[in-house]
Each structure stands twice: as structure tokens, then as C-alpha cells.
């Protein structure tokens, strides 16, 4: 079993940074993939970035890219989510995310095997 704590959250001005941190404890052999969903109030949960630690492989949703940097410390088995620039659409509550399967953890989230409680992101215009 698995258990991820995210911290980071909060209330930030648009075009201010926030970094969000999430720490895995438990097996850690049961996670190849962490990454970052978040949800906003009437929309669809959405993929933002996830990074596989056996390749190294990053994905970034099409919206982020540049702002945003997922990274991590595998020797405190944590990952990151920097975020620069934000915008208003960026509001969310942020999900971190772990699974042994990279197609998995990025395209069905149903499926996904390790959630965090989620972390809230309010950006103000």
C-alpha cells in the first residue's frame, strides 16, 4: 500500500507561483509514475503533468507547458509541481497521483491505483 500527502496549496494572485509537494509512503515499489490531476468546480479532471522515474519521461498538459515543472526527489520518494505564471484557470483542487502504468496514470484515472486527498489552488485576477 501506498499513501500520498500533498502540501502546497493555497491562494495566490494571478502571475504569482505556488509549488505544490507530494510525498509517498509505504511500498514505494508499487510506484513508477507520479503525477498531478486537478478538477475544477463543473469541469472534467484533468492530466497536468506526470513523470515516470524509470525513464525519466514527462508529460505536461498543452495548458501549462512552460509554467508549469513536475520533478522529483526519489530519495524522499516526493514529487513536485512548480508553478510560475498563474492564471485564474489554473483554480483547482490538485490531485497527486501514482501507479506502476505511465499509459494508465495519464489516460484513466479510474484506473489509477494511489490518490492524495487533494490540495486546493485559488489564483485571484
Known amino acids: 500500500q501506498v499513501q500520498l500527502v500533498e502540501s502546497g496549496g493555497g491562494l495566490v494572485q494571478a502571475g504569482g507561483s505556488l509549488r505544490l509537494s507530494c510525498e509517498a509512503s509505504?511500498?514505494?515499489?508499487?510506484?513508477?509514475?507520479l503525477g498531478w490531476w486537478r478538477q475544477a468546480p463543473g469541469k472534467e479532471r484533468e492530466l497536468v503533468a506526470a513523470?515516470?522515474?524509470?525513464?525519466?519521461?514527462?508529460y505536461y498538459a498543452d495548458s501549462v507547458k512552460g509554467r508549469f515543472t513536475i520533478s522529483s526527489d526519489n530519495t524522499r520518494n516526493t514529487v513536485f509541481l512548480e508553478m510560475n505564471s498563474l492564471k485564474p484557470e489554473d483554480t483547482a483542487v490538485y490531485y497527486c497521483a501514482a501507479d506502476m502504468n505511465w499509459v494508465v496514470l495519464r489516460t484513466t484515472p479510474q484506473d489509477v491505483s494511489y490518490w492524495g486527498q487533494g490540495t486546493q489552488v485559488t489564483v485571484s485576477s
Open positions: 513523470r515516470s522515474r524509470s525513464t525519466v519521461i514527462t
Open positions: 509505504g511500498s514505494s515499489v508499487e510506484i513508477n509514475v
